[in-house]
């Protein structure tokens, strides 16, 4: 604040030696209209009317940009917002995967626990069978037809007498 205060009272001070040095008085025509002033102010009223000209310009592209810098923050909240909620159903989604997975590691351990009820019945493992290899079951036999012959392949002994 002290700062403004000098750089201000700097202006001040510039300005009225400015006007001490400037003090002749000048004829300003502009078409048909004449005026007697004295230079300095001439000076500061030229300066003034350039700054509010370019003032007047610069202002329809800083409202410009000013609308557009809204327009994008509205959007950027929008944007925001729906990766929220996508983070929110990405966790949710999450959580139900690991749900899921916990299910089916407790429905495989429980599977795993019950017997086979396709496998056969292995018997109890003692020391005297344990060193046997396992029995691997036969495929079932059809029963033999009335009036044909069996070979000995399939099980049944071949009727001779008739």
Known sequence: ML???IIALAIAIIAVIFTLLNWQVVTV????WKVDSSLALVLLITLAAGVLIS???????????KMATSNQRKKLAA???????FKQKAEESEKAV???EEKVANLSAELEKRPNPEAPP???TTPET???PPVTPQPPT??????KPQSPEAGYPVNHTK
């Open 98 to 100: 690991k749900s899921l």
């Open 122 to 124: 292995q018997p109890p």
């Open 55 to 65: 003032l007047l310009a610069y202002l329809p592209g800083f409202i410009r940009s």
């Open 142 to 147: 059809t029963p033999p037809t009335p009036g």
């Open 130 to 132: 344990s060193s046997l």
């Open 79 to 85: 944007l925001e917002d729906e990766r929220n909620s």
């Open 3 to 5: 700062i403004s205060i």
């Open 29 to 32: 025509s502009f078409f048909f």
